[in-house]
């Protein structure tokens, strides 16, 4: 039998997201694209005197928001469409035509943040404090414009740098189109005769099988292809890093890294005592893969061995419907208000949820004020989809309580807590499930699922950072980032990282060329961070009930309204310091004698 993917007009609607919640029909979209490029031309009408008055900033920023609004909507809807079905042609073309009327918007209204800025710092506290003016709405976003005043260039770089956006989103776009459209992987032939055709969605549940000899065939084939298109991989890397290095330099910044963490308001010293942090307990990694080594029995321990769980003769297979009564009960001690809208999400279809040919691989939340949020996923049944359910859900939810409380350019939250609650999540489904397991086979297997996710999102994603920021630093210094370099970088740290009991396999050189987050942005670190954040507010909803569920809810309201650290204080999180990265990795260390112990 065989096990191909089905095409997306086959997809039962039940499983699809409510697309039309954001346009009912194309043309919808197409007025949009009109009303967006209005909108710039009313604001560039006001170029040379948009800051003339507090009164007439005040209608500026109107019209600056009501933009930004319609930019969002229809760009996240041609996202949607694309990522529906990357290889329709139709999807294609939506999403090229927002990035290119977005870019288009953005040249015409450039003007107005080196405009706003030639008041300097007191005259727009001034302006902010004018009685009856109404800019007390923009002051978040007005003192923004002031703390990133020492990047921000004169008009007509600003005009230039705008005007170059989708340029810089090429090496993404190709990326995407190459591995989600493009690169077909060959079938393997399971233990039952069934043909499974590999794709990147069914590439971990393939090697979570108990079959050895599958999973070898399977990481053999997969990153076998990806090696076929080794050099065009890393051209497309090696473009997504210039275009970095073109915004940082014209921007006056250090280096991409510094770039990218001042974006988001970030000391880049919170990246800097991630990775010491996990380099000091690189020893209790070792000692993971040591006891998954014994555990599994094997002579070598190979990268095709990391996804299958330890604890043999114990497997979960879930169907959609029954993930969403796990996720509702596991979610419960976030309180009845908060389980309103996770109900609302599985009935009225905010969820993509079945892979299908062309689909855009892995999951994503996704936001659309004034409507609601949406994911992506590419449900399999397995144990990890259920807990990737949740993931996203925890986005969703919070960009749900941003949008509904705060205006739009305040409810935008940074990339730096983005990943907390959708953590926070994942740890309270895994105490859930940990409190009504069974048998002591069934916490092993939990337990396992636990470690699994530090190796992921602790270790592999610090692991990933590190490689960011290596061959970042190379082409800075003008080194080639030739495909040799990227999949000898990547190697050395997966030795590192792994250690001496783990046989880094030549192919998993090859690893970072099938990243989407590596053209994030330097993302990656944030979701190590989000997990240490999120183990420490658990903890406290666990312990101290609707008291810390209440603070914690504070912190989902608030957007962007200050700075990503001290937003995280509210929910009792001070990552300034240490010891939330050091208390997860205790956590770590005792969720790996746990299982030393249920192994006995």
């Known amino acids: 039998m065989e096990q191909k993917l089905m095409k997306r007009k086959d997809i039962d609607q039940r499983y699809t997201w409510r697309v039309e919640d954001i346009y009912p029909d194309d043309a919808a979209f197409e007025a949009d694209l009109r009303r967006g490029s209005e909108y710039a031309d009313r604001i560039a009408s006001y170029e040379g005197r948009a800051a003339e008055s507090p009164e007439t900033l005040k209608q500026v920023m109107d019209l600056y928001e009501a933009c930004l609004k319609t930019l969002q909507r229809y760009g996240v809807y041609a996202e949607m469409k694309n990522d529906e079905d990357t290889g329709n042609a139709a999807g294609q073309a939506l999403n090229q035509r927002a990035q290119a009327e977005s870019t288009k918007v953005s040249e015409k209204i450039a003007f ?121 991989l890393a051209a497309l890397y090696d473009g997504q890093i210039k275009q970095l290095t073109f915004y940082s330099k014209a921007r006056q910044y250090g280096s991409n890294f510094e770039a990218a963490v001042d974006q988001n308001n970030v000391s880049p010293a919170v990246c800097d005592r991630l990775i010491s942090s996990v380099h000091h307990h690189m020893d209790s990694f070792h000692r993971y893969v040591r006891l998954r080594k014994r555990l599994l029995g094997v002579e070598e321990l190979h990268m095709y061995d990391v996804y299958v769980p330890m604890v043999e003769g114990y497997s979960v297979s879930v169907t959609y419907e029954q993930a969403q009564e796990t996720a509702l009960k596991a979610l419960a001690p976030l309180g009845e208000e908060y389980l309103s809208h996770v109900r609302e999400a599985f009935r009225n279809r905010w969820i993509d949820v079945c892979e299908n040919e062309g689909k855009r691989s892995g999951a994503y939340s996704i936001g659309v004020y004034g409507v609601h949020p949406y994911m992506l ?201 240490e010891k939330p990265v050091e208390d997860a990795l205790k956590l770590f260390d005792k969720a790996l004698e746990d299982m030393e112990k249920l192994a006995e």
């Open 112 to 232: 107005l943040d080196p405009e706003i800025l030639a008041l300097g710092r007191e005259k727009i506290e001034e302006y902010i404090r004018t009685p009856g003016c109404g800019l007390e709405k923009y002051a978040v976003t007005l003192r923004e414009m002031v703390r990133l005043a020492p990047h921000t260039r004169e008009k007509a770089a600003e005009k230039l740098l705008s005007s170059a956006s989708d340029m810089a989103a090429v090496p993404y776009n190709a990326f995407s189109m190459l591995s989600n459209a493009d690169m077909k992987f060959p079938p393997v032939t399971d233990a039952d005769g069934n043909i499974i055709q590999i794709s990147n969605g069914r590439f971990v549940p393939l090697e979570m099988s108990r079959n050895r000899a599958l999973r070898k065939e399977v990481f053999e084939k997969f990153y076998g292809r990806y090696f076929e298109f080794r050099n065009t």
């Open 377 to 577: 996923l590419n449900f399999n049944g397995t144990l990890d989809d259920i807990f990737t359910l949740v993931h996203e859900m925890g986005h969703s939810i919070h960009t749900w309580y941003s949008d509904a409380n705060q205006t739009f350019l305040n409810a935008n939250y940074r990339i730096f807590v983005a990943e907390v609650a959708s953590t926070t999540n994942e740890i309270l489904l895994t105490e859930y499930m940990m409190g009504r397991a069974k048998s002591k086979k069934e916490r092993a297997y939990l337990t396992n699922h636990l470690l699994e996710s530090f190796k992921g999102t602790l270790y592999r994603q610090t692991m990933f950072e590190e490689f960011e920021r290596k061959t970042s630093e190379m082409s800075e210094k003008g080194v080639p980032l030739t495909a040799d370099l990227l999949s000898k970088t990547y190697l050395d740290l997966n030795q590192q990282y792994f250690g001496p009991d783990m046989v880094s396999d030549p192919l998993i050189a090859e690893e970072w060329s099938r990243i989407p987050h590596f053209y994030y942005n330097f993302y990656v670190y944030q979701y190590a961070t989000s997990f240490a954040a999120a183990a420490a507010i658990a903890e406290r909803i666990l312990r101290e009930g609707a008291p810390a569920v209440e603070q914690y809810k504070s912190f989902l309201k608030s957007g962007c309204t200050s700075d990503p650290v001290s937003l995280l204080k509210i929910a009792g999180v001070d990552l300034s310091t």
